[in-house]
């Protein structure tokens, strides 16, 4: 059975997110379609959807703008995984504040119940790496790179927190979505994205 994973490209890192999913469907033996996806039709044909890095406001603001966030909303419910990556961890969740000027204006999923707050590591000098680990999905370790990254300050009852790094949460699982503040693409460790991959086969399966 082929699968269609798409990768939202209205910004950020898509084009590493998508060598890295085929390196994924390589290195499993899954066939399918990877494409790059931005219109509530090409969303709506999807069976796992990566929402990547960037800006949050200007991936939330464009989706809302064509459309594609009340048919990404409506299908995430419906069951589609979904692997939200830094910018996409602040789309999916229910509410979102920037560590210097506070709340934000930004378009939400209101997918994941968390609360969590933009650039709490510090502005683009402040990047780093660090090993961490995703023990309950089977990844002990991962060398994790930060950018700008956001972290979790709260989690609802129904959220697993995957991961966290120097006790803040870093990493956050709901039923078959997932949301992560490092860039797993920059890497050349695939782990994480077989791990989505798997997961977007066993949801269609």
Known sequence: ??????????????????????????????????????????????????????????IGQLSLVNGSLKVLKEKIENGMPVLGICAGMIMLSKTADD?????????????????????????????????????SIGILKFNGIFIRAPSVSDVGSDVEILSKFNEQIIAVKKGNVIGIAFHPELTTDISLHKYFVNLVNSSKN
């Open 1 to 58: 059975m082929s699968l269609n994973v798409g990768i939202l490209s209205i910004q950020g890192d898509v084009q590493e997110n998508l060598l890295s999913t085929k390196a994924a469907f390589d290195e499993l033996g899954i066939h399918g379609n990877i494409t790059q996806v931005k219109t509530p039709d090409e969303i709506s044909q999807l069976d796992g959807l990566i929402i990547p890095g960037g800006e949050s406001t200007t």
């Open 99 to 135: 560590r210097v000027v506070g709340k934000i204006d930004q378009a939400l999923l209101n997918i994941l119940d968390i609360k969590l707050q933009r650039n709490s590591f510090g502005r683009q000098q402040d990047s780093f790496e660090s090993d961490i680990s995703m023990n």
